[in-house]
């Protein structure tokens, strides 16, 4: 009978829940904002350019990060194929953060490293032509739709307020950085940088 009454009691699932909450923010979210300072202070990540910052919203636009992780769980065959597992600090100027939880494709956290500009670009005409077996579907389109960089001023004044340390010079100059460029070779700037500014930090 005690046990009928808890499972259907709708109070004592809120107050589990709200218990449950607490006890996630103490000690998942709390730490991190005590430690903020000294997270920052040894975090080798690098805030994105503007051209960057627009194919950063091209991935996300696209839903690339349905498919594909940004988060190396510390497994050792995760680190062998992907290369160090992430720390706190890796991911301090990313709003939101684009950890995901499914791998239909692979884990993207290091790719930066391992493919050049014109691997990018063919791998997003035409997946295939790269990797045969890949079920990625092309993006040829992105090629052919040019950015106005109208909006990427005000990104930056937002992201700045969030704690990512633009300069004023830099928002000012970033709308001729985006405008005229494809969609296609932003997105290929986004991906070129993942990885980079944690190089020297890598494990062997």
């Known amino acids: 009978m005690l046990s009928k009454d808890f499972t259907q009691s709708v109070f004592i699932l809120i107050i589990s829940t709200i218990v449950v909450a607490s006890f996630s923010i103490l000690v998942l979210i709390v730490p991190n904002l005590v430690r903020t300072d000294e997270i920052i202070a040894t975090s080798l990540a690098k805030p994105l350019t503007p051209l960057e ?15 594909h992780t940004q988060m190396v769980r510390g497994i050792e065959p995760e680190v062998k194929r992907n ?42 005409m035409n997946p295939r032509k790269v990797v045969p077996t890949s079920i990625m579907p092309a993006y040829p389109w992105l090629f052919t739709q040019v950015l106005s960089g109208d909006d990427i001023e005000s990104k930056m004044r937002v992201l700045r307020k969030l704690g990512v340390p633009y300069t004023e010079n830099e928002i000012d100059k970033a709308r001729l950085q985006v405008k005229g460029v494809t969609k296609g070779e932003a997105l290929i700037q986004y991906l070129q940088s993942l990885g980079n500014d944690t190089a020297s930090d890598q494990e062997h």
Not at 100 to 115: A, E, V
Request: proline share 4%; with cysteine.
């Open 83 to 124: 290369g160090r597992a992430n720390k706190e600090g890796d991911d301090i100027y990313e709003f939101p953060n684009l950890w995901g939880s499914k791998r239909t494709g692979p884990d993207l956290t290091n790719i930066g490293r391992k493919y050049s500009e014109q691997w990018q670009r063919i791998h997003l």
């Open 53 to 67: 910052l627009a194919g950063r919203d091209v991935y996300i636009s696209e839903g690339c990060h349905v498919c």
